[in-house]
């Protein structure tokens, strides 16, 4: 009996600890972004918006795959390929070669309201559930020329100094109907104000740790897409068979939560979902509408994406050896080479003249005149 409720015992144990590990597996939310014009993603509803069950962070690295125009990797799953196939089109020669991927960092799924980027210029929005298993997903490209990796590093102090941030605070404010004030003595130091579409006021004072970490981030993340968006523009004569990846990761708001608290973490994500809007609606008409943007919002502080370069195998070609002792040997080479090209030579020739002969000798019937791409009124 004692052995029995010991079974038992363990039993419960192992069963509470699997438990546990399985709601210890956290999860984020991803957005993919189309463009109403030109088209990428299915469109499943009235509004132009989709949502799914569940997906795999290596779902969402295939799925980038897929949208540069590369195969997803040979180990993608039945099951990631249906889910895969429930928001992707399937033409394969219809790929905008051309992903934004954004992590958003300090944001829980539950935080994130039901129409965020409602308010922009995509035509099609699919949002997913997405479990944060596996720790990191390499996104798996061809290394070479084929594929273009433009990364949304930290610009500034690098190529964007304290004025620079002011001028790109003081547009950001402009166009989102807000205002900053700023300080002549100390650049970078002063208060930015502007109206949440929630109806409240954000108001961020540089002068704190907190505000200010924010604030460099989104003025990083504003300069390097805009960036971005010049060098697309500049060059992009050149970069038609070239596939461009353009990621980030944005960390502003894990600061607000620190100092502020859930409310301020709240205002800075309304804030950051206003400014992605616009700065994907500039991404768009930079790429003509050939692009597509996925953005991950995660509450973990580590990236979970990276790049991985695969190599393709070298292709081996057949060398003719130049060093021929025997005469002879190269004498008959030649003849053969001779006589296969002269042979070639008649048969085409014989095949032009009795196609041009039938051709014109053709009886007009009314399967003549469509064999021959004539069209009938």
Not at 248 to 257: D, E, R, S
């Amino acid at each position: 009996m004692d052995h029995l409720y010991t079974k038992l015992c363990l039993l419960v144990l192992m069963s509470a600890i699997c438990f546990q590990t399985r709601a210890e597996v956290s999860s984020g939310s991803i957005a993919f972004l189309d463009n109403p014009n030109h088209r990428y993603l299915r469109m499943q509803s009235p509004d132009g918006s989709a949502e799914a069950g569940t997906m795999f962070l290596s779902d969402v690295g295939a799925a980038v795959s897929i949208l540069l125009g590369f195969t997803p990797p040979a180990s993608l799953s039945a099951d990631s390929s249906f889910k895969l196939n429930e928001f992707l089109l399937p033409n394969p020669f219809n790929r905008p070669r051309a992903v934004f991927l954004l992590e958003v960092e300090g944001i829980e799924e539950q935080q994130l309201p039901l129409d965020y980027f409602g308010n922009s210029r995509a035509g099609n929005t699919f949002r997913s559930r997405v479990l944060l298993d596996s720790g990191k997903v390499d996104i798996q490209l061809p290394g070479g020329k084929e594929v273009s990796v433009i990364s949304l590093e930290k610009s500034f102090g690098s190529d964007c100094d304290a004025t620079c941030a002011d001028t790109e605070l003081l547009h950001l404010a402009s166009a989102l109907g807000g205002s900053y004030v700023s300080y002549a003595l100390e650049p970078f130091s002063g208060v930015f104000t502007v109206m949440l579409p929630s109806g409240t006021t954000l108001s961020l004072h540089l002068s704190k740790k907190a505000d200010r970490k924010f604030a460099v981030s989104l003025v990083s993340l504003i300069h390097s897409t805009r960036r971005a968006s010049k060098r697309r523009e500049e060059f992009s004569g050149n970069m038609q068979s070239q596939a461009e990846f353009v990621t980030g990761c944005f960390t502003g708001i894990k600061a607000l939560q620190e100092q502020s608290g859930p409310g301020g973490a709240q205002q800075g994500m309304e804030l950051l979902l206003t400014t992605l809007t616009m700065l994907f609606d500039s991404l768009q008409e930079a790429y003509k509408g050939q692009l597509v943007g996925a953005v991950l919002f995660k509450a973990e502080s580590e990236p979970v994406f990276s790049v991985k370069y695969t190599s393709h195998p070298s292709s081996r070609l057949l060398e003719e050896l130049t060093d021929i002792p025997d005469i002879s040997a190269l004498v008959e080479r030649q003849l053969v080479r001779t006589v296969l090209a002269w042979a070639t030579g008649i048969i085409l020739l014989i095949s032009t003249l009795l196609g041009i002969y039938f051709l014109v000798n053709m009886p007009i019937t009314r399967d003549t005149l469509l064999y021959s791409n004539v069209k009938l009124d």
